[in-house]
């Protein structure tokens, strides 16, 4: 797929099968810190047990589950007392969304896109799930409370030969994201009952 001729808006203008699909309210949870320190992309990392339904439903509908999608997301804090983990030699703050800002960062639908790939970590055995919420926060929120519902699907994963050609594709996604998440029948899932107001 060249990356010239990637289209703007991807999927039917009316989500369809087997979109849209909501996610149980999971967490954001520690990942590589990969995100942002190499690619600057920030990725809210979420436990495994909170995608496998979803990603056996796209599966047995298109016969593929990894690739980039698209969707809208909330973040909202939860109570917890602030932590420390050790992920490898990096230090994890788990501020559990306490310095998210109200009707800012929280209370929001915001869109998103979404990574699914093989986990290099298990080998290739083990799929993970990272959000990039299109959205600036000021300040990390791990262990807060995430939700998100898939509405479509942008493309597979790729290999890439440069680090800059990732980058690119990663922000022609957010484009497409935006676009194709513009049209009603997409937008109306902002204010859809699953979001808490
Ligand atoms: P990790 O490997 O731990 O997921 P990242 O470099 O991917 O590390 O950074 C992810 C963290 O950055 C998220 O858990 C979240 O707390 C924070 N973050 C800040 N802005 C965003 C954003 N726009 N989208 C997703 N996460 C964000
Ligand atoms: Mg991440």
Do not use: W
């Amino acid at each position: 797929m060249s990356r010239e001729s990637r289209p703007s808006i991807v999927g039917p203008d009316t989500p369809s099968k087997p979109y849209p699909l909501f996610s149980p309210k999971t967490t954001v949870i520690a990942g590589f810190g990969r995100g942002s320190a190499d690619l600057g992309i920030p990725t809210a990392n979420i436990a495994s047990e909170s995608y496998k339904d979803i990603l056996n439903a796209i599966a047995s509908e298109c016969g593929y589950d990894t690739g980039i999608y698209y969707g809208y997301t909330q973040v909202t804090p939860t109570q917890g007392e602030p932590k420390t983990e050790m992920v490898g030699t990096r230090k994890v703050e788990y501020n559990f969304g306490s310095k998210l800002r109200k009707g800012i960062d929280t209370d929001l639908v915001l869109p998103m896109v979404m990574s699914v790939g093989m986990n290099p970590f298990f080998k290739n055995k083990e799929l993970s799930a990272e959000i990039h919420i299109l959205h600036n926060f000021e300040e990390d929120f791990y262990g807060a409370e995430i939700q998100f519902v898939i509405l479509g699907y942008i493309r597979p994963e790729l290999d890439y030969v440069s680090k800059e050609a990732l980058i690119e594709d990663i922000n022609t996604d957010i484009k497409v994201a935006l676009k194709s998440l513009e049209r009603p029948e997409y937008k109306k899932y902002m204010k859809d009952e699953y979001f808490s107001k």
